[in-house]
């Protein structure tokens, strides 16, 4: 996206895609990027940011309500981590997150305020050994979120951050494969005005 002209302050690894066959790395969920649907939603959740900017988590019934209006999305656990400000401690399926085992996170959450929330937690590693999704949940709630979900964890999970005084890029965490590897899709934060000003140029 940088290198296409838009000014990337950050980015984090989303959704969970087939890692065992290099021809097929597309994401498992929703993918849509500028308005194009380019991967069907499924009975998971997804996070996306509809036309006139407002953020939205949820599952296949608020796609089915939003979907003419979201500009970008991504697909996410098939689970809430939050839901409405409450911890929500089972899946989709029934499963308990409590029973989840420890390994590295990558999240993303709205305020009520929607202000958007990054995370990403490190694990298996001697510095840290990682969250359960509980552990992750209570965590955003601390932060104020009220919906949040799960995204593609493990060896994906990684935050870059672009430094403001090189203009380079610095991955922020230890991802666990000891580099960020090839991810199906990403959620990037752009700055709109600078990327204005650059086009009125």
């Not at 694990?123 to 209570?138: C, K, M």
């Not at 979120?145 to 991955?171: C, E, H, Q, R, Y």
Request: aromatic share 6%; net charge negative.
């Amino acid at each position: 996206a940088a290198a296409n002209g838009h000014t990337v302050l950050a980015a984090v690894n989303a959704d969970f895609f087939r890692i065992n066959d290099d021809a097929e790395i597309q994401p498992r969920g929703l993918t849509v990027k500028d308005g194009k649907l380019l991967t069907p939603m499924n009975d998971w959740t997804f996070f996306g940011v509809l036309y006139d900017g407002t953020p939205v988590i949820g599952d296949a019934a608020r796609y089915n309500q939003v979907k003419d209006q979201l500009k970008e999305a991504v697909g996410g656990d098939s689970g809430y981590l939050i839901k409405d400000g409450a911890v929500i401690t089972e899946d989709s399926q029934g499963g308990s997150h409590a029973e989840d085992t420890v390994n590295p996170r990558t999240a993303v959450g709205i305020k009520a305020d929607g202000t958007v929330v990054f995370v990403v937690a490190d694990g298996r590693t001697t510095e840290s050994e990682g969250l359960v999704l509980t552990d992750l949940a209570n965590y955003m709630l601390e932060q104020g979120v009220v919906d949040a979900i799960n995204l593609d964890g493990g060896g994906s999970s990684a935050m870059s951050v672009k430094d403001p005084d090189t203009a380079a890029f610095v991955t922020k965490n230890k991802p666990s494969d000891g580099s960020e590897r090839a991810v199906g899709n990403t959620l990037l934060v752009i700055d709109p005005r600078a990327d204005e000003e650059e086009v009125s140029v």
